[in-house]
């Protein structure tokens, strides 16, 4: 990917509250805020270019990578540590971040790649891959984060199981739930056998269609409670 994603123009932005997040969002503009630091470092509210962060976004990167905010004539590394989201639209209305240095320790989601889904032996004799996880949560200095982790898949067999412990890690990054003990060590991905995803599909299917008829029978008993009183 090219390093000017990780690169962004942003403005300090002094007229705040919901009227000039609104008129911004207008102009393509996003609101956003970066904190974090020394002492000396307030929280800044600043202001980028929508069509920027659009074209960022859609890289996976962008979301695990240190990156350069320039802000005039200085600039900041920083980690994007939230997005909103309009509700129905899906675009962009506020993006948080933290200033970091080389050394600053963080926690951070990292996205997991899995390879050789389709050549594994667990698939090709008909096997089902499940995902467990998507993201790892890890801890490490910002200079060490990794974009993603990856899960080789390409000796699996049905009913093998690959956890947290399973996955390399570079060196100086730590999955957190490992650190709570053995019995955290998560299942991140599995081949069923065909039949078993059936049965497990059956399974919720029929738990979300009672969980329904629960709530149908609740809502007709309050319902007939109204009417009597």
Request: charged share 25%; hydrophobic share 35%.
């Amino acid at each position: 990917m090219s390093e000017a994603i990780y690169t962004l123009t942003v403005e300090e932005r002094k007229d705040t509250g919901k009227g000039a997040s609104r008129r911004l969002r207008h102009a393509k503009k996003i609101p956003g805020i970066i904190y974090g630091g020394t002492k000396a470092q307030k929280p800044m509210s600043i202001t980028l270019d929508g069509n920027e962060i659009k074209k960022a976004t859609q890289h996976e990167g962008f979301f695990a990578h240190v990156l350069t905010l320039n802000i005039g004539s200085k600039s900041q590394q920083a980690l994007l540590v939230d997005v909103q989201r309009h509700p129905s639209r899906g675009w962009v209305t506020h993006m948080d971040f933290q200033r970091v240095s080389k050394s600053t320790v963080v926690h951070k989601k990292i996205p997991v790649h899995f390879l050789n889904e389709e050549k594994c032996p667990g698939v090709k004799s008909g096997g089902i891959v499940q995902h467990n996880l998507t993201e790892i949560e890890v801890t490490c200095k910002a200079s060490d984060l990794p974009e993603y982790l990856e899960v080789d898949m390409a000796g699996l067999n049905v009913g093998d199981v690959v956890h947290l412990s399973d996955i390399s890690v570079p060196k100086g990054v730590t999955i957190i739930e490992l650190t709570h003990g053995e019995d955290h060590d998560a299942p991140v991905c599995s081949i069923l056998g065909a039949a078993k995803q059936v049965d497990e599909d059956a399974e919720e299917d029929a738990a979300a269609a009672a969980e329904a008829a629960a709530a149908s029978a609740e809502e007709a008993s309050e319902s007939e409670g109204e009417d009597k009183e």
